[in-house]
């Protein structure tokens, strides 16, 4: 009941924060709290635009999230102690995701908007800036979860085989996190730039045409266990990475901004 709350809260919180800071910032704009706030006329037009590209970034977004609650009752099925290492597993998972997720965003934003600016120079530079640092707090991770691996688990659970089964699947999740983690990025930073339908595509692709097959497959018809399992779920992104590596070698910076620069147009000229 308190988690349950505190949720909650959190979230109304967080929606009356941002709506007052609207309301507050509403003149300085030019414009009414409704306005920022409501749903006006002018917000039930370009639909079609809208849809073609929030749909393949929500099936983006979703195969990945979703994918983690899915396998989980499939750990159950396991056993107890493998479900209660599942779920320690995931929220740790989750945990890595942030600060990669974090950069995926920034670069997204820096990325789109030097397109918007008509800079591919920039583009390309920002996107190069991303991947570094990505590599950077990657390595981070991997040796906090390799090298901290028992103490994690620990703080988890006090039960020694639950510990000892979050430990195993640190020490190998560690190293996946140097190329998952560039998958996460690499795929933000092409839906802020447009491709969005490229990174929906290939997200899919690595959960569930490579990774949720693999975790069903050596888990319950080859029955390796749990740690083989986890093996599965990290092969999918980097089964899948290449795709986005061939994509950004082959990115052509300069044809996105004339692209920018024509739906623009397009745009105005509706609108007017």
């Given amino acids: 009941t308190g988690a349950g709350w505190a949720n909650s809260v959190t979230w109304w919180l967080m929606y009356i924060l941002l709506a007052a800071y609207a309301h507050i910032n509403s003149k300085k704009l030019g414009v ?39 396998i989980s009752p499939f750990a159950g099925l396991i056993g107890t102690d493998e479900l209660a290492a599942q779920v320690a597993l995931v929220n740790i998972v989750y945990a890595t995701f942030i600060p990669c997720g974090s950069l995926g965003m920034a670069g997204a934003t820096l990325m789109g908007t030097a397109i918007g600016e008509g800079s591919p120079k920039k583009a390309s530079n920002m996107s190069v800036l991303i991947l570094s640092i990505t590599v950077g707090v990657s390595v981070c991770i991997m040796l906090t979860l390799s090298l901290g691996a028992s103490a994690i688990a620990k703080m988890f659970t006090p039960d020694a085989v639950v510990e000892s089964l979050i430990t195993r699947v640190l020490r190998y999740w560690g190293f996946v996190t140097l190329w998952k983690s560039q998958f996460l990025v690499m795929g933000a930073m092409l839906r802020g730039i447009g491709l969005v339908g490229l990174a929906s595509m290939v997200t899919c692709v690595a959960y569930w045409a490579v990774s949720f097959p693999l975790f069903i497959f050596i888990g319950f018809v080859m029955r390796l266990g749990f740690y083989w399992m986890w093996i599965g779920v990290g092969l999918g992104p980097l089964v899948a990475l290449p795709f986005y590596v061939y994509a950004y070698y082959y990115m052509d910076f300069q044809a996105m901004v004339e692209r920018a620069k024509k739906d623009s147009s397009s745009s105005s000229s509706r609108s007017s």
């Fill in 32 to 70: 009414s709290t409704w306005s920022l706030l409501g749903i006006g006329a002018p917000g039930l037009e370009g639909w079609y635009s809208y849809m073609e590209v929030a749909l393949p970034a929500f099936c983006q977004g979703t195969s990945e999230m979703w994918f983690w609650e899915v």
